[in-house]
């Protein structure tokens, strides 16, 4: 009786792919089975730059896998939520291997930087199919919960009573939650890393007995505010920006996969907003013109124009706004404006995509035209001389 061996190995981005199938005789059962590896890559959000990496470990360095296989037209579970790590080295982990004594090597020939889980699962090679699900980043106890189940399009977030709150995320320009308004310095550096939930979902993976690659959506929405001076500002006041807020923005969400990873997948309700309020420069010799005042993650939602042009007040903008308050002196300056209108909307009740996946920045340009005089005189209405003969 011969028996067959076929190593499953977690996603290990820069191991090499290993051999095929392998046939392993009960007289040579001591043979160290050779495992398998995954690959991952984190699909970028568009509108980046070159900081926007594609490694996955840039962003997070353990994610979670749920996996089934097919055998005699049953599915049986081969991965649930099970904790996947990058290693660099062959050390104690974080999260994966973090109960000393214990290392990858422990079960894996390790012989480069690479993603590992422990308990090494094996290919069956009786399996007509597998499927393959993963999210980042990795929770112990996921909250809001995930469902995923085999024949699933992909993993769940949360549901109609279990929601994911993403007021509590951090602006990256200080790296708090976006709900702390004051005190938030601006920055001159896009940011990437170091939000508490970028969520990423894998696309399920169907592939049998060689490299799973496993490749990684954003599936929120990023949004950058900067704050410019406009170049026809020439005056030498000083230009002080004390107040720049973007209201109503979706607060609550839960999320099914919805065709694709582009398409919106939320279902989201209630509103926070994001406000940065103090005193900072755009003009004066140390200043913070071209700085960001926020880069946070939003759930993706469609803005509808509901105003044209600046506004004195907020009454009409019942959909999102933004308010911008600046000083010149002792002359305060503020409006409000429809956010759709801001990213280029003229006409109402036309709609603007935050996309799932994408980034978004808005640049606020601040600087008003100043006051100008100019003077002519009219000139003397001059009447017809009168010529008086005196005798």
């Known amino acids: 009786m011969k028996k067959s061996y076929l190593i499953l190995a977690a996603v290990a981005g820069l191991f090499a792919s290993c051999s095929s199938d392998v046939l392993v005789d009960e007289t040579s059962q001591n043979e160290a089975p050779k495992p398998f590896t995954f690959e991952t890559f984190a699909e970028k959000a568009t509108r980046a730059d070159e900081a926007n990496s594609t490694n996955l470990y840039d962003f997070y360095k353990t994610f979670d896998v749920y996996g089934w296989k097919t055998v005699a037209s049953a599915d049986q579970a081969v991965f649930a939520h099970v904790p996947v790590g990058h290693f660099t080295s062959d050390t104690q982990g974080e999260v994966v291997y973090s109960t000393a004594p214990a290392k990858p090597s422990d079960?894996?020939?390790?012989?480069?930087?690479?993603?590992?889980?422990?308990?090494?699962?094996?290919?069956?090679?009786v399996a007509s199919g597998y499927q393959f699900f993963a999210i980042a980043p990795y929770e112990a106890t996921p909250a809001p919960a995930l469902a995923i189940a085999a024949g699933d399009a992909n993993i769940a977030i949360g549901s109609s009573s279990d929601k994911y709150d993403i007021s509590t995320e951090k602006n990256l320009v200080n790296g708090v939650a976006v709900t702390t308004t004051t005190g938030i310095t601006p920055i001159a550096d896009k940011k990437y890393f170091g939000f508490n939930k970028d969520?990423?979902?894998?696309?399920?993976?169907?592939?049998?007995?060689?490299v799973v690659t496993l490749n990684f959506h954003h599936i929120l929405t990023k949004l950058n505010v900067?704050?410019?001076?406009?170049?026809?500002?020439?005056?030498?006041?000083?230009?002080?920006?004390?107040?720049?807020k973007i209201a109503n923005l979706k607060k609550t969400g839960y999320f099914a996969y919805n065709t694709n990873m582009t398409t919106n997948g939320w279902t989201?309700?209630?509103?926070?907003?994001?406000?940065?309020?103090?005193?900072?420069?755009?003009?004066?010799?140390?200043?913070?013109?071209?700085y960001y005042w926020f880069q946070t993650l939003i759930f993706p939602q469609t803005l509808t124009c509901k105003a044209i042009a600046a506004k004195a007040e907020a009454t009409d903008l019942t959909d999102?706004?933004?308010?911008?308050?600046?000083?010149?002196?002792?002359?305060?300056?503020?409006?409000?404006?429809?956010?759709?209108?801001?990213?280029?909307k003229t006409t109402v009740d036309e709609?603007?995509?935050?996309?799932?996946?994408?980034?978004?920045?808005?640049?606020?340009?601040?600087?008003?035209?100043?006051i100008v005089f100019d003077a002519t005189v009219t000139a003397w209405n001059v009447v017809d001389e009168v010529n008086k003969i005196v005798d």
């Open 320 to 344: 999102r706004y933004l308010y911008v308050k600046y000083a010149i002196g002792a002359e305060v300056f503020e409006a409000y404006y429809d956010l759709a209108n801001a990213f280029g």
């Open 199 to 210: 969520y990423m979902l894998a696309d399920k993976s169907t592939t049998k007995n060689t």
């Open 268 to 290: 989201s309700d209630g509103t926070y907003n994001l406000v940065n309020t103090g005193d900072y420069s755009i003009s004066a010799a140390t200043n913070y013109s071209g």
């Open 226 to 244: 900067k704050v410019t001076k406009q170049d026809t500002y020439l005056g030498a006041s000083d230009l002080v920006v004390k107040e720049v």
């Open 107 to 125: 079960e894996w020939t390790f012989s480069a930087a690479g993603w590992f889980y422990e308990n090494v699962r094996y290919w069956d090679k």
């Open 351 to 370: 709609t603007y995509e935050f996309a799932q996946g994408s980034e978004y920045t808005l640049n606020i340009k601040v600087g008003p035209e100043p």
